[in-house]
């Protein structure tokens, strides 16, 4: 049984050693690497959208041009008609590219139907014709023949289209042509065409190659990535661009390297083209470039020489609006298709070949768990501005990383996704920070709403720093106030207890509001007594003088109540017994903090102060004053409050002497000339009597009780003629300073 109870406890310590808020991040940490396993749409357009951000920042400059385009362009249909040109046209371009020395002459144009102006085939259209004319038109070459030829004398490759449905293979079709494959079959992580629209079997039968000029764009339209192998009715297919590389370097064989993650690279001899696990080439774009355009119209009039094809790759394609041939690159909103086939090929033959390497997704995901494990284990000995730098260096050196693979290496590195992780854990931490200071203020709002006034409530819970728990020290003054004869007032009651809490909270309500907004905290009722301090948990720098302050408020309070009460009274015909406060205030150091139990505890105070206030507290009806002061309390109040000397004494279990004090009011009673006179009799009379002048001390007595009016003093002057009696008698031991020691705590 308490080996299960100790299972079930064992993840709620760890919790509590570990941190909830830590658990929760190393949860969400674990959830966005299984989010990254499945690349959802909203991380891979993410991610796409900052490598075009960096071929934007730093496009690719073309420093040499190797591949040529001859452009089916407006002109060109201007000067010799709609498209499709007669074979024969085509072939006299072939021809001309060939002689004026083209390394590859690629079609970005599929050639699927026989060309209907061949004569064999226009014949039928004509209408008129006598037999002999028929027949002699139908004894001239095929156009496709004618272009087949010269296909044949050169270096061509002829382009295809992978389709999204199943066609038809060709009787006459050639065989596949040939790859090789190393590391594996790449067939499942190639793209895959249904079917295929091809040329011809005449054309294909000629052309020493043929590829795919297949485009793909990505799901926003965008290209960037061109299928350098693909799958297409069930052949292993290269794409245009790479089966002309093939033939550029008259090899017969393309190879595909791949492993378990997917596809690796492809080549031919002297090129090795690295891919996604796809196949797929990631193109390193540069800006439209007219100057890679030659029109068709101007190889055909003999106006470029071969000075401008000689060696190169050449593609003949369109740039002409109406054949709707335009793609969005990250660079360019429209580039002609046939651009992006030359860009390719630019891009190998220049070494400038972006990669996204099959290693890049572990390594996304190892930042990602490196990075948000450093966040979880530094957030929370860190401090806020301290963490925030810590973050922003975390994304500056994931950034920079990224940025330096791109511009030095050409690898395409994402940083994205370590950085959404690692920013995920942070915003967890910083809303768990938010959470529980708004859980912190609510306590400290609840702990302290009954204690202090709201205004230091708000500031406490504003600024929770400045409360210390646990137990810290500072100079604090306290409180200690309790009703004169409660006994007798609680026997009157003993027929009514629930009379007896109402006058008790219509007595500690006020006493309780002067007490707060004086800047007191109140420490605990006691009955009919209040505990209260200052200086704690807000610093007050006059907490003495508004202890004091607090003090006389409570008098009149209660002199207030009293008259209420009188009043009540006197309307019911009841008797009416006054109530009378007696309150102790002393200043020095104290422990403040939570005090108590793991189970229960409470913000209070201790030290040697907190006794002696209460001590003075109990002899306030010994003296017959309300109001008793230690003496740093006195010495702070002095300038402000109506403050009179009243003895030094020792307290029951303390050898230092205390000189004590009586508050009698305020300033207008201190700045007064006959309480003036009253205080300078009364210390003349504690000096005689400390000096053994008893006579010299009864005679300032009498003048001073010749100054109090209201005999205010009459117990504190007859406290004095007692023992001035008692020491005639017995007179005090030739050591005795003038210290009262007191008996009673």
Known sequence: MSL???????????????????????????????????????????????FDLYQILKPRKA??????????????????????????????????????????????????????????????????????????????????????????????????????????????????????????????????????????????????GRGLFTIRTERDGIVRRIPLIMMAQGDLMPSLTFDMLRVAVKADTLLVKSDEAGVKSVGVPGFEIPTDRNGQLWVYFGRHDPARYVSATDVLDGKAGSDVFSRKLVIIGTSAIGLLDTKTTPLDRVMPGVEIHAQVLENVLTDSVLSQPN????????????????????????????????????????????????????????????????????????????????????????????????????????APERLVLGGE?????????????????????????????????????PLTDAIIERKGTIDKYMGDAIMAFWNAPLDDAEHAINACEAALDMLNEVDDLNARRAKEAAEQGKPFMPLNVGIGLNTGLCVVGNMGSSLRFDYSVLGDS???????????????????????????????????????????????PEVIYAILGRADLANSERFQRLRNHTIDMIWR?????????????????????????????????????????????????????MTMK
Not at 411 to 434: K, W
Not at 483 to 488: A, L
Request: charged share 20%; proline share 7%; hydrophobic share 45%.
């Open 63 to 208: 420093v040499e041009r190797p591949v040529v385009i001859v452009d089916l362009d407006e002109a060109s249909l201007a000067r010799f008609g709609q498209w499709p040109w007669p074979r024969t046209r085509v072939a006299d371009l072939v021809s001309r590219l060939t002689e004026a020395g083209a390394a590859v002459i690629a079609f970005d144009i599929v050639f699927a139907e026989p060309d209907r102006l061949s004569p064999s085939r226009a014949v039928e259209s004509f209408r008129g014709l006598d037999e002999a004319i028929r027949t002699q038109l139908k004894s001239l070459p095929d156009n496709d023949q004618i272009f087949a030829e010269a296909l044949r004398r050169s270096p061509a490759v002829l382009g295809e289209s992978g389709l999204p449905y199943l066609t038809l293979v060709p009787a006459a079709a050639p065989p596949p042509l040939g790859l090789a494959t190393l590391g594996g079959d790449p067939s499942p992580y190639l793209l895959n065409f249904p079917g295929r629209l091809r040329n011809i079997p005449v054309l294909e039968q000629a052309a020493p």
């Open 359 to 462: 290693y890049a997704f572990g390594a996304e995901i190892v930042a990602a768990i490196l990075f948000g494990l450093l966040i979880v284990w530094l957030a929370p000995v860190l401090t806020p501005v301290s963490l925030l730098l810590l973050g922003g260096a975390v994304a500056a050196l994931l950034a920079g990383t990224s940025w330096y693979l791109f511009v030095r290496e050409r690898l395409l590195v994402d940083f994205t996704f370590p950085l959404l992780a690692s920013t995920a854990v942070y915003l967890t931490l910083v809303f768990n920070g938010y959470v529980r200071e708004q859980a912190q203020r609510r306590r400290i709002r609840s702990a302290f709403g009954q204690y202090l006034s709201p205004a230091l409530v708000e500031q406490l819970a504003q």
């Open 610 to 656: 907190v006794n002696l206030a209460s001590r003075l507290e109990s002899q306030s009806a010994t003296y017959g004053l309300p109001i008793i002061v230690g003496s740093k309390t006195a010495l702070a109040a002095q300038e402000r409050l109506a403050i009179l000397e009243m003895d030094l004494v020792t307290v029951k279990g303390k050898q230092e």
């Open 473 to 509: 020290e500072r100079e604090m003054t306290v409180m200690f106030s309790d009703v004169r004869g409660f006994t007798t007032i609680s026997e009157s009651f003993r027929h009514d207890p629930q009379g007896l809490t109402s006058l008790m909270n219509r007595l500690l309500t």
């Open 4 to 50: 299960s109870r100790s299972l079930l406890r064992r993840p709620f310590w760890l919790a509590r050693r570990f941190g909830y808020a830590r658990i929760l991040c190393l949860g969400l940490l674990a959830a966005i690497v299984g989010l990254r396993a499945i690349d959802p749409v909203p991380l891979e357009e993410l991610r796409l959208r900052v």
């Open 689 to 741: 009597y400390r000096s053994r002048d008893w006579d010299g001390a009864l005679n300032a007595m009498e003048k001073a009780r010749a100054l109090d009016d209201d005999n205010r003093l009459k117990t504190l002057f007859a406290l004095y003629a007692g023992r001035i009696g008692a020491f005639r008698t017995a007179p005090p031991p030739p050591d005795w300073n003038g210290v009262y020691a």
